[in-house]
C-alpha cells in the first residue's frame, strides 16, 4: 500500500470515529435547535476554558432565557421534574482556571456553577512542569 492511500486510509477512519463518537454523544436537543424533552435539563460540563468563548456559551444561555441553577436548585428541579429554562454548569478538578479564567466571566453574566475540588490533588505539592494546576485552599474558600 502507498504512503499516500495509508495516510487516506487512516484519516478516514478517524473521521469515522468522531462522526461515530458525536453520534453516541447525549446533546441537549436545544444545541441543535430542537426543545428540550420534558424534564430535561442540560448540563454542561467544564475543565478549562477560554473566556471569550465561555462568554459566548453564556451569552447563548442568556439569550435564550437559560438561567444557570445552584446544585441544590438543579436536584430540586429533578425531583420534581420542573425548571424547564434551567442549565446545571459544572467544573471538574478546582484547576486554577476556574479561578482566573471562569469565576470573572460567571460574575460578568451573574451566572451560576458548581465546583468539584479532588481535595486529594489540591493537597499534594504541584508537580515542577506545572506548579499552579490546582487552585489553593485559600482560592476555593
Known amino acids: 500500500m502507498s504512503s499516500q492511500v495509508e495516510l487516506a486510509f487512516t484519516r478516514a477512519r478517524r473521521v469515522a470515529r468522531s462522526v461515530l463518537g458525536a453520534l453516541r454523544t447525549h446533546y441537549p436537543g436545544f ?9 430535561e435539563i442540560p448540563v454542561f460540563v ?3 476554558v ?8 453564556l451569552e447563548f444561555l442568556r439569550r435564550n432565557r437559560y438561567r444557570t441553577l445552584s446544585l441544590a436548585e438543579f436536584a430540586t428541579a ?12 459544572t467544573f471538574d478538578d478546582a484547576r486554577l482556571n ?14 451560576r456553577a458548581t465546583l468539584f475540588a ?7 505539592p504541584p508537580a515542577p512542569a506545572d506548579p499552579a494546576r490546582f487552585m489553593s485552599w ?4
Request: aromatic share 8%; net charge negative; charged share 20%.
Open 118 to 124: 479532588p481535595t486529594h490533588w489540591m493537597s499534594a
Open 31 to 39: 444545541v441543535v435547535g430542537l426543545p428540550l424533552a420534558r424534564g
Open 138 to 141: 485559600e482560592q476555593l474558600r
Open 78 to 89: 429533578l425531583e420534581r421534574g420542573s425548571d424547564a429554562r434551567g442549565v446545571l454548569l
Open 98 to 111: 476556574f479561578h482566573e479564567t471562569a469565576m470573572p466571566v460567571l460574575k460578568e453574566f451573574n451566572a
Open 50 to 57: 477560554d473566556p471569550a468563548q465561555f462568554a459566548g456559551d
Open 46 to 48: 467544564y475543565h478549562h
